[in-house]
């Protein structure tokens, strides 16, 4: 490739691109909310990134804007990869739904609502995927406090009973 790769992602999408960032020859678009469809439609369609090969979420508490949602994705003709970085504030965590663009992202999506509370917006079945259905909150935001309680199995029972506080009469 003649250009690099960041350089010819900046000026074929111009503004839809607010930052563009390179480390270890990684290439990281920062993207706004509302032009992300726009940007992964162009990736796959233009640039030929078809294969999403990881959608997830990063809490970034205690700054604001707190969550990033990042989009993985694989060129296989071209063989290389690029990853595309969305922001989202802790009052407004909801971004449009990529399964119209890359259809995989269905149960990405899913995981990262269930753990994080992120709302796709579009989504075709946005629900609970890990987690059973009447779970309070979202264990991977950074508010939920981290406890340390082993689990009592049939061969450690006697021993983590022993070491609990029990109420005595």
């Known amino acids: 490739m003649d250009q690099p790769l960041s350089e010819l992602l ?3 999408l111009g503004d839809a691109i607010s930052q563009v960032t390179v480390f270890r020859d990684e290439v990281t678009l920062h993207v706004p909310r509302e032009r992300i469809l726009e940007v992964l439609m162009h990736l ?18 205690p700054r604001e804007p707190r969550f990033g949602i ?3 994705l694989y060129s296989i003709p071209r063989n290389i990869r690029v990853r595309v970085k969305v922001m989202l504030s802790e009052y407004d965590a909801s971004i449009p739904s990529a399964v119209p ?3 995989n992202a269905n149960w990405l999506e899913r995981e990262i609502y269930d753990l994080f509370g992120i709302h796709f917006e579009g989504h075709p079945d946005l629900r609970r995927i890990l987690l059973p259905m009447d779970y309070q909150g979202h264990p991977l935001r950074k508010e939920v406090p981290v406890t340390v309680e082993e689990n009592a199995f ?14 005595t009469e």
Do not use: G, W
């Open 44 to 61: 796959r369609d233009v640039q030929q990134f078809n294969m999403l090969t990881d959608e997830t979420c990063v809490d970034y508490y």
């Open 101 to 103: 663009v890359y259809r």
């Open 154 to 167: 049939s061969f450690n029972r006697a021993r983590i009973d022993a070491a609990k506080p029990y109420a």
């Open 70 to 72: 990042l989009y993985q």
């Open 10 to 12: 900046k000026s074929a």
